[in-house]
Nanobody, 124 residues
């Protein structure tokens, strides 16, 4: 059974940084893409960023320049570095994985698995 464990969320002030991490298990599996979504209160879940096994990345435009996604050194791990956080970044952030890497030129297909989510709260 695939499990995704997220960490790194919390309460910060506007302008601060946070680094989210996600580890997918079991390690015998290989996911060709990993990424992050977020869902703010009263809003739909939206893609934040994803990265393929080949290192290609896709970001939602509003997060480019402030957020950076990277694969960890350990297999099936992914990080999201979030800088200059704003109150509107407040949301539950979900880790996601895909068996097959999505076509980054098109709308990203739904992930194969989701994590439970980690809360990020940014105060003004």
């Amino acid at each position: 059974q695939v499990q995704l464990v997220e960490s790194g969320g919390g309460l910060v002030q506007a302008g601060d940084s946070l680094r989210l991490s996600c580890a997918a298990s079991p390690s015998i599996f290989s996911f060709n893409a990993m990424g992050w979504y977020r869902q703010a209160p009263g809003k739909q879940r939206e893609l934040v960023a994803l990265i393929t096994s080949g290192g290609s990345t896709k970001y939602t435009d509003s997060m480019k320049g402030r957020f950076t996604i990277s694969r960890g050194n350990a297999k099936n791990t992914v990080h999201l570095q979030m800088n200059n956080l704003k109150p509107e970044d407040t949301a539950i952030y979900y880790c996601a994985v895909w068996w097959a890497a999505p076509d980054l030129r098109r709308r990203v297909v739904d992930p194969s698995y989701w994590g439970q989510g980690t809360q990020v709260t940014v105060s003004s």
